[in-house]
């Protein structure tokens, strides 16, 4: 069933309830979620009950007003809220329902006006979590919010742009965790509408994000990729004072080393400029986004036993530098660098019951070794890595 659609009967069987509900607690508000008790629930509907809903107070500067949510337009499979968990579960036995009445506070907590930023990056619950990565606008599509690490336990969150100029077509869809360019068509305004829908549920929230750890390694020089990088680095850590220096690593594996710099006392290290910038010429949207991490480095090279398909190769590659050495890819998926002895050299068209070998020079050896024809020659073993 269409997300609009659930809405819809959900609004109706319910009255006008969700929208003369108050977020507010006495002098105090409520920021989180809260179950829809018993006594609130006024509808008609047999398949339902009031452990499907639950209500959600947003910290939206001048309004309280609660807004009401059904578990099953997040997970049909996961219809009951549960304020043990502060989400929904697939049984009642499992949300245990009489606990929503006994504890409609569970999921969140009180604050007074001025004291909260606009949005959060922590999930509320018995033991709240921090989260990291990014998360829709709810109340401008052409945005996204970004939470940044703050220190080493919370994270906050800062209002970015998706691009640079303005495309009304172009919006979030959590769903697939990327931004989507709507074609104009008939069903454009009924996607944007179930698009929308699923970015507002409020158990979608952080299905793009993940629980923040500030203990993030930075230990290599590469990328999700598998590709290696020489140049400077920004700390995927919250200090941004800190930067990584990738240092090429001459016919050794990994291609590149890591060597830790720090900037200049009161300066950070800002990706735009690729050296240390006084803190407000620093750009929280751009430093803190995980792709940009190694935007001023250069890419130096790979996986030397793994080629252009991805494929591993086992068995003897040529060095792509020197003609005295080779690697030696083993079914570990590890490459190890391997000396001619003396004054040989690896020689691909020199076979041996164990694979090619070093023999001693000969007229334009190296050349052929280079060539792309002859790179995997001695590696034509392929191994599945998935």
């Not at 009445?101 to 999930?123: A, H, L, M, S, W």
């Amino acid at each position: 069933m269409k997300l609009w659609t659930l809405g819809a009967i959900f609004l109706w069987g319910l009255g006008n309830l969700s929208e003369v509900s108050s977020c507010q607690v006495g002098i105090q508000y409520f920021r989180g979620l809260m179950p829809l008790r018993k006594q609130e629930y006024t509808g008609n509907d047999t398949n339902s009950r009031a452990c499907n809903y639950f209500w959600s107070c947003p910290y939206v500067p001048g309004d309280s007003v609660k807004k009401m949510y059904d578990c099953r337009d997040s997970d049909p499979a996961k219809p009951y809220f549960s304020v043990n968990t502060c989400s929904c579960v697939e049984t009642d036995h499992e949300a245990d329902c009489e606990d929503n009445e006994i504890k409609p506070y569970n999921c969140g907590r009180t604050f007074k006006v001025g004291d909260e930023p606009e949005e959060t990056c922590q999930k509320f619950g018995p033991e709240p979590v921090s989260y990291i990565e990014r998360f829709p606008n709810l109340n401008d599509p052409q945005r996204f919010w970004y939470c940044r690490p703050q220190n080493a336990t919370h994270t906050i969150a800062d209002n970015c742009p998706w691009t640079n100029s303005y495309n009304p077509d172009v919006i979030w869809n959590q769903r697939d965790c990327s931004h989507i360019e709507l074609e104009n068509n008939n069903d454009t305004e009924i996607i944007r509408g179930e698009i929308l829908a699923f970015n507002n549920h409020p158990l979608n929230r952080f299905k793009c994000s993940e629980p923040y750890n500030p203990n993030i390694s930075v230990d290599n020089c590469e990328d999700r990729d598998g590709m290696f990088y020489v140049g400077n680095f920004a700390n995927p850590g919250y200090d941004k004072s800190i930067y990584y220096q990738c240092v090429k690593n001459e016919g050794f594996w990994p291609a590149a080393i890591p060597v830790k710099q720090k900037c200049p006392e009161n300066q950070l290290f800002d990706i735009d400029s690729c050296f240390c910038v006084d803190p407000e010429n620093f750009k929280p949207c751009a430093n803190y986004n995980p792709s940009n991490e190694k935007i001023c480095a250069t890419v130096v090279g790979s996986n030397p036993c793994i080629d252009e398909n991805g494929l591993f190769r086992k068995g003897q590659i040529p060095h792509e530098l020197y003609c005295n050495k080779f690697w030696n890819c083993g079914s570990n998926l590890i490459p190890y660098l391997t000396n001619c002895p003396g004054i040989t050299v690896f020689d691909v068209l020199h076979a041996t019951e164990s694979g090619c070998a070093c023999s001693q020079p000969k007229p334009n050896i190296c050349e052929e070794n280079w060539k792309p024809e002859n790179k995997y020659r001695c590696a034509s073993e392929i191994i599945d890595t998935k």
